[in-house]
């Protein structure tokens, strides 16, 4: 089976004072990689004009493009109209949901979405108290079922989880502790563990690390532009090399 | 004077909440009349438009814009997993 070179960034907030100058670090990607994913926080203040400068940014490269939304998508309300934008743009977005991309014979699973926070297991919140509180943790446990249902549901030779959120806390290591449960959920990770994956990509975390392993041994990388501090990052799958 | 601790809080409130700005992860601090914003973003606009919003939120104080910008490389050597 052939090597799969996954090129991932997140948090790249583009915005029109941005326009043209990710686009320009895309170049020549199809070369270096097999598909571009993208962690969420697309742009700065999640509003349809920035939309428009994401899609314009991403589309029409010569290798798929996956990506999910981040906090600061949702920050407009108008998550919604972002997803269509991309999707018309021929960007796979994931909402809670699986993608299958075949890649020469090679079928690539991706499964994932903006996750949110909570924390982490030992020093997180519970569904528990007012109703504000409960809403917050159920929040992050449903979107944790749904990826732990389009992991089982997934068939693929690789599976990577694709999210906004962190589901470490390893890779959050520069950040404050006490901002953690804004920063992710042992959730995430524990839905990923249950049903397995080859690699867990984030963002949000900008003065987070990029490495980190889930209790059950998935690799996390933490993709956030301002930490890789490159236009993405390649890992590769399964391969002697790249 | 105002206790620099909710000076602190109130500028990182106002960079958060802020439209001009929606910035999260920028780092105030406050020693006695001197703010001082760390972190780092992806264009010099921006990084002057979280000044102005710090000197609003923080008027009478002397802002310090220490923020650096994001230095986007050409992607690096792969990692084999």
Known sequence: MRELRIAAVADIHLGEDLRGHYRKKLEGIERRADVLLVGGDLTRHGTVEEGRVVADELRDLQIPVVAVLGNHDYHSDHDRDIISILRDAGIIVLDDEAAVLPVDGVRLGVAGGKG???????????????????????????????????????????????????????????????IYPFLGSYLLAEAADSEGADLFVHGHAHAGTEKGVTPGGIRVRNVALPVIKHAYTVYCLDGDYC | ME???????????ALAEDDRTNELGIRVDVRGEQVYLRGQVSCEERRHQIEDVAREAAPGLRVHNEITLVEVREPGEEEHL
């Open chain 1, 116 to 178: 949110f926070g909570g924390g982490f297991a030992g020093k997180c919140a519970s569904e528990f108290g007012e109703p504000e509180t409960k809403a917050f943790v159920r929040h992050t446990r449903e979107i944790a079922e749904r990826w732990r249902w389009a992991l089982k549901d997934l068939e693929a030779d690789h599976k990577i989880v694709l999210s906004h959120y962190s589901p470490v806390k390893d890779t959050l290591m520069g950040e404050p502790p006490e």
């Open chain 2, 3 to 13: 206790t620099p601790h909710y000076v602190a809080a109130r500028v990182q409130r």
